[in-house]
């Protein structure tokens, strides 16, 4: 589709930024908005005041929310306990829709709390790889993937038009033959990459893509490869670019308040009245 042929709407902001106080950190939340409606993409611990910001600044309604969690780790899911904190204290009587997976980490029942605490501002809906929903005229459809060694089901989300595709990993272990059908012939994919150099398990899962994992995505014939939940030391674009020397032009980095093409990639500087800034 050209660029003149494309709407105009189909823009993410990043959200996740270096919480300074924590060990949790980067965290992920990721906001595509389309029309008067907005799509969110995980909410880590610390993202809510932005995320307020951002509603209010565009007039967005609670009921034309929907969060979605990849998987229940405190820095991509910590954000829904102030957000419905925030629900209860002024929209009590509406309702954010949220899909998240009904498996928490091993100090923290994350799924049971937000049933418990927010049945009266969230619609919760149980994900799994048969989950499907419509986001505007775009199809939201998800692919369980291998971050947590099944201790945490995890997701990634296709965003889909008519004519093209967006993907959001979130933490992956490996690029394995579920998820390499998942992302065949998608425009971009986003990968929350963690570390860039090396794969390190810890205790809720591995973090980190490796070289072989950017190839072995890209090899599927995906167009971009946009990597994002880095650590500082290795979140710069020349950084990037002298790990993948041969195919720099197809991977990119996404930093905090930044906007790009959810279908190409490309920084938003065309439209720029299209998302409010955050910073």
């Not at 308040?257 to 910073?279: Q, R, V």
């Amino acid at each position: 589709l050209k660029s003149e042929e494309r709407e105009v709407n189909t823009f993410c902001k990043t959200l996740g930024f270096y919480a300074p106080n924590t060990r949790f950190k980067p965290t992920s939340s990721y906001l595509i908005q389309r029309q008067n409606k907005l799509l969110v993409l995980d909410a880590g611990v610390g993202i809510k005041s932005k995320l307020i910001e951002y509603v209010v600044g565009n007039n967005i309604l609670p009921e034309n929310i929907t969060i979605v969690i990849s998987h229940n780790h405190i820095d991509h899911v910590a954000g829904l306990f102030s957000i419905g904190d925030f629900m209860i204290e002024n929209f009590l009587n509406r309702k954010i829709k949220v899909y998240m997976s009904d498996t928490s980490e091993k100090f923290y029942d994350w799924y049971g709390k937000v049933l418990k605490k927010y049945s009266s501002v969230f619609e919760v809906s149980v994900l799994d790889e048969n989950s499907k929903f419509y986001f505007c005229d775009m199809c939201v459809e998800f692919c369980k993937t291998n971050h947590c060694e099944d201790k945490i089901k995890s997701y990634a989300i296709k965003i889909s038009s008519n004519y093209s595709s967006f993907v959001y990993t979130s933490d992956i272990a490996s690029v394995d033959n579920k998820l390499k059908r998942f992302i065949s012939n998608t425009d971009v994919v986003m990968v929350d990459s963690g570390n860039p150099v090396k794969r390190i398990k810890t205790l809720s899962g591995y973090h980190g893509i490796t070289k072989e994992n950017v190839y072995n995505i890209l090899e599927k014939s995906v167009r971009k490869v946009c990597l994002t939940h880095i650590k500082g030391c290795f979140s710069t674009q020349d950084y990037i670019n002298s790990l993948y020397p041969d195919t720099k032009e197809y991977v990119s980095v996404v930093k905090s308040n930044n906007e790009f093409d959810i279908f190409t990639g490309e920084e938003n500087k065309k439209y720029p009245h299209i998302l409010t800034s955050l910073a």
